[in-house]
Structure formats: C-alpha cells, structure tokens
C-alpha cells in the first residue's frame, strides 16, 4: 500500500504516478492510495489503505484494532483521524490525540485505547470477553488496564471499563467481608460463622464446625492466574478429603448478587442439616 503523497515525497513526479497507474504497477483503492503491482489486497492491506486513505496520523481502531489486535473476531472498517475526510466504506472517527502504535507494519491505537472505544458497543458479557482475551494474549493485564484507563482523556468507554474493573477486581478487607457476608448468612438460617479460621491447613474466609461448612471468597474473576487457580482447587480438594463442604463466592457475588448467594447459602445449610 501506498499514498500518493508519499509518491510525491519520495520524488516520484505526478505524471510518473499517472503513468504507473495507466500500466496497472498501481491500483487504485481510495482517492491518494495505491496498491502496488495487484489489485488483489489482504485484509491486512485492506487496513493499511483505509489508515493511508484517512491521512497523516491516522490509525487504525474501534472494531478493525481489535480484530488486528486478536480480541475480536469481526468488525467493520474504522479509523480514527485527526482530520481525516470521510471516506467510501471507512467508518471515520475523528481525534486530535491518538494513542497508537505499529503492529505488522499498520498504525493501530494501543490494546488500552482499543477497548476503551469498543466497551459502549459491547454487553457486559461481550466485555468481560474482550478484557480476558487481551489478557489472555498478553496485550495487557486488568491491573494494567484500569491504569491505563485513567490516563486517557475522560470518555464513555473509560468510564465503563473502570467501574467493571472496580466491581470485579476489588478485594475488600476482612472486615468488610464480614460485614456484608455474615447478614447474607444468618438470613440463610445459618449461624454465625467462625471468622479467619484455620482449617486443615488453611486460613478460611467463613467456617460451620458444627455443619462442616467452609466458604470462600475470591477477590476478583479477573486475572485468575493458573498458579492461583490451583491453590484454590488444592484448598477446596482438602477440604472435602477431610469430609467437609467447601463453598466459594467470587467478591463481585457477595455485594451485586446477594439474593444468589443467600439461596445457594439456605440450600446448602437445609442439605448438611
């Protein structure tokens, strides 16, 4: 892919360009950007012409960064511009700051911006999804995230991203925990609980002696690392080799899905009973 005038700063005249263009070494895809030698493009190079097509500092965004960055599987052609015209089949979106960076040769706003643009578009599920796929590929982690998010200039995006991210990886103190757990509990029928107890080993969260019924609490459903996942299967496998019933809430259930919780809790505590 190139740009005419990038033709024009290399020294390559107007009528050369006409020429190339009349013996088909060029290709015309958008006003000003050429296919060099066949017409027949990649979607890479679908890319890379509409970010040329769009102007200088112009990058690639919205859906199409987060196909190329990997975190989504579809999306229509957008670019974001800082002043970009608007182009035939290009969905234009205009900025004067663009984070971005070059991946496989194409400007594209970092993986932070990048979901940042996409979350008022998603659902909930759809961003949660998106967030872990980053993750998962090592673009960037939750806690990186939120950083990242406070950086950028305030937007509609910014802001969802944060208060997922707040809802889902905030790890509360003891003391909060027992201050929103131990009600859910009692209005369950079960008594109150033995609090920071060690138990076959382990410090619990919540324990019923008298039930042989443990519960957790994980801190967060982000960034769940292999190693912390197996330390908490190897607690909850203890448990139930020593004849216990072990339980485990994630923090986000304890304080948004209360009504959940109580039943799971009620059921529990009727069947051990």
Known sequence: MVARRQLLGLGVSREAIAHRLAKGRLHRLYRGVYAVGRSEVSQEGRWMA??????PGAALSHFSAAVLWG????????VVAPNGARRRGIKVHRRKNIESVILNGIPVTTPAQTLVDIAPR??????????????KLDLIDPAELRAAVDELPPCPGAGIIRRLLDRQTFVPTDTELERLFIPLALDAGLGVPLTQEWVNGFKVDFYW???????????????????????????DQ??????LTPVRFTWEQVKYERPHVRSVLARVAERLR
């Open 50 to 55: 509409a970010v040329l097509a769009c102007g």
């Open 71 to 78: 975190i989504r599987q579809a999306g229509i052609l957008e």
């Open 209 to 235: 002696p008298e039930l042989g019924l443990v519960v957790e609490t994980d801190g967060g459903r982000f960034h769940r690392t292999p190693a912390q996942q197996t330390a908490d299967r190897l607690r």
């Open 238 to 243: 203890t448990h139930l080799a020593a004849g």
């Open 122 to 135: 998603l659902n909930r599920g759809e961003l949660e999804r998106a967030i872990n796929e980053a993750d």
